[in-house]
């Protein structure tokens, strides 16, 4: 199976409320069933923009890799097509991957740039992830794994 963008289904609640998705200031996202993500399901992916501190700083995006969160600084840019839309450009700022999920750095990557790759709404028609960054390792993600 490949990567999605869809709406989060209502099954899925025991499956979010056990990644621990956290806000950018760092409280546990509640579920609604109507949050839209990036997933691949086969390989227990999922993708999720979580926040932003304010407008003129970057989107915060998580990817659950193996039950660890991988933050993710996330510019968005558009850049008109024609009358049918847009491409939209997911320019990654910076990727902070755990420790424990190092060795699968390059993996990650892919996986970054497979899922930014489905993007799609009534404007997009098109989508790719540009990484502007060396990955950083970190000690542990916001949930201490």
């Known amino acids: ?16 409320h056990s990644i621990k998705f956290r ?6 996202l509640g579920f609604t069933g ?8 086969e390989r227990g992916i ?5 926040g932003s501190f304010r ?3 970057p989107y915060y995006i998580d990817m659950s890799y ?3 969160i991988i933050r993710m600084d996330v510019e968005k840019r558009m850049n008109y097509i024609n009358e ?16 424990s999920v190092w060795n699968d750095k ?6 970054i740039k497979e899922a930014f790759s489905v993007y799609r709404n009534e404007w997009i028609i098109s989508s790719e992830a540009v990484i502007d960054c060396e990955a950083e390792c970190v000690e542990k993600d916001y949930n201490g794994k």
């Open 1 to 16: 199976m490949a990567f999605v963008y869809e709406q989060a289904r209502k099954e899925d609640a025991i499956l979010w």
């Open 23 to 28: 806000q950018w200031g760092n409280q546990l």
């Open 34 to 41: 109507k949050e839209q993500w990036f997933c691949d399901r």
């Open 46 to 50: 999922y993708v999720l923009q979580v």
């Open 55 to 57: 407008g003129d700083t």
């Open 66 to 68: 193996k039950n660890r």
């Open 84 to 99: 049918n839309g847009s491409h939209c450009i997911f320019e990654v700022q910076a990727i902070r991957i755990p420790k």
């Open 106 to 111: 390059e993996d990650i990557i892919n996986a």
